[in-house]
């Protein structure tokens, strides 16, 4: 058994501590919003948080995350009212969906330790997560105007 501390919840689960942190969150938890893409951490989608950083939990194993907190695209919000999930659905980014959860990760660390991100900003933090469908542009432009929303206090986090 290992102790994990998920999206503020302090969670029990019986595993292999060398299991990726990618399968204990799908298949243990059943937070599915992270995606499994390739496996290698060259994709994107399989981005969470871990003591707010963006890692990639397809190669974290789960002892790695023992005492730290992991946050999940389920955990960002239970409403969608995170100012990127907000701008997601305002600018309509998805097109297939697939990468989209690791693309808000990622952006939510970006905006966090970058409120006002240049386009160059965004494409530097953002050239990790790779979208099959091409949009990037919708990207970018969600991403400025969730940096907007949460300029104008629209939410706090």
Known sequence: MITLNVN?????????PSTPLLWVLRDSLGLTGTKYGCGMAQCGACTVHLDGQAIR??????????GRQITTIEGLSTDLSHPLQRAWIEIDVPQCGYCQSG???SAAV????????????????????????????????????????????????
Do not use: F, W
């Open 8 to 16: 503020g919840k302090r969670l029990e689960v019986d595993v292999d």
């Open 57 to 66: 939990s397809c190669v974290k194993r789960a002892s790695d995350a023992v």
């Open 103 to 105: 693309q808000i990760m």
């Open 110 to 157: 970006l905006l966090a330790e970058n409120p006002k991100p240049s386009d160059d900003d965004i494409d530097d933090a953002m050239s990790g997560n790779i979208c099959r469908c091409g949009t990037y542009s919708r990207i970018r432009e969600a991403i400025h105007r969730a940096a907007e929303m949460k300029t104008a206090g629209r939410r706090a986090e």
